[in-house]
């Protein structure tokens, strides 16, 4: 059983992007429970036990057998290499979209669950609620209750039809207007080039010159519930989005790793969800890539003001949305292999907003979740990119995540990055009464 990819969907297939969720736990987990969890959600999303493969010339998921479909993998061990196996294991190539994993810790006493999904068929809102999910129906089985039929804790249908992509789903457009959107976006990418972040890792020259070849580590960055809250005062007196701050604190920082002291032109790239903005909404539950992005580019300067950034950024993108650009920019997404700088930008700044934690049962705590997105190919050879700020807000706890390839930034670069990007928020999170908006980043 088959079905094509769209196009937007088939430029996930080369990134071998993956969306990983990761719960850390204290208490019991019924491991057999948990394996039929997740064999229940699976069996109602045939993304999830499906593969890619060629129908034809082009990609299509393909259903596996019985055999080959994904299962719970459990085993013993430490928790924070645990993570750090299951973050730099990527999905196999021609096997499940999806990879579930619980580890426990030697005394039985604390667990690091694990959820992987291509991003061929999820985002994060879509993978955020699979996890839930997942829990929903362990915590009924554990439990002896069946889940409500009321939203999220709705039984799912053991169903084998496929979900319809998103571009499939959009508003009709008028041809003539797609094609002059798409002439205005690569003529800006060609007059406003963005300057990137140079790596601090300086590439092997040859393959002799050192063994290690780098892997995927996260620097991360977490407000408590307190200074969540008065960051969000702080957007709301300053009437910005909460993601316009940290995009903000995100440019301010990335531009004192630019050499100079005048303005430089910086790219904030932004993913924008479509599901809450098609006609239905599309529910979180359909696994699909539900999201396109805005890129705006900013000229900054060390003496920029970090609040005039974040209104010029929520302005650009409330525009952007109102304008029905998010349509647009999902119509010319094929368009981007063949003008990468249509999608190039300084800092890549996700927006999760606030979701909720999984629900579980008595006798076990999530001490921790998290989301970050990993894939399977970088270019340490390339000598600059993007920085990466994962953003999402679990039980009203702000976290960003900062994932890189330890072959081109290292450690110790995104350590300090992240440092600066935490002052900048506290700063904002301490402002009292920010002055009247205006937007001073042309």
Known sequence: ??????????????????????????????????????QTVTDAHPTLRSRIAMDGAAPA???????ARPRLQ??????????????????????????AVLVSAPDRKEHLFVL??????????????????????????????????????????????????VSALLPPADEADTAAYLDARTAHAKDHPVDL???????????????????IEVRRLTLDTDTTARLRETARRAGVSVHALVAAALLATARRRLAGDGPRTLGCLSPVDLRSRLRPPLEASVMVPAVTTHLQTLEVSETSDPLGLARTVHARL??????????????ITPEIPRNPALQLATVIVTNMGV??????????????????????NY???????????????????????????TACFSPSFMRAFRDEVRDALLAFASEERPVPATADAG
């Open 1 to 38: 059983m088959h079905r094509p990819l769209c196009p937007v969907e088939t430029l996930y297939v080369g990134q071998r992007s993956r969306a990983v969720l990761s719960c850390t736990l204290r208490g019991h987990v019924d491991v057999e429970a948990l394996a039929a969890a997740f």
């Open 61 to 67: 998921l393909e259903l596996l057998d019985e055999a």
């Open 379 to 405: 270019f340490p050879q390339a000598g600059r990119s993007p920085v990466m700020a994962c953003v999402v807000s679990f039980e009203g706890r702000l976290s960003i995540e900062f994932p890189h390839y």
């Open 318 to 331: 409330t525009d952007f949305i109102a304008g029905g650009g998010h349509f647009h920019e999902m119509r």
């Open 355 to 376: 979701v909720p934690g999984p629900r579980l049962p008595d006798g076990l705590h999530a001490v921790d979740v998290r989301l970050v997105p990993g894939r399977e």
């Open 197 to 215: 972040v140079r790596y601090d890792v300086t590439p092997a020259a040859t393959p002799e010159e050192g063994t290690d070849e780098g892997h």
């Open 74 to 99: 459990t085993r013993i061990g430490d928790l924070e290499e645990a993570y750090a196996t299951e973050l730099n294991r990527p999905l196999t190539v021609g096997g499940p979209l999806s990879r």
């Open 116 to 165: 992987l999904v291509d991003h061929t068929v999820t985002d994060g809102h879509s993978s955020i609620a699979l996890h839930n999910t997942l829990w929903d129906h362990y915590r009924a089985l554990v439990t002896g209750r069946r889940p409500r039929p009321d939203g999220a804790d709705a039984d799912q249908p053991d169903t084998q039809d496929w979900p319809q992509p």
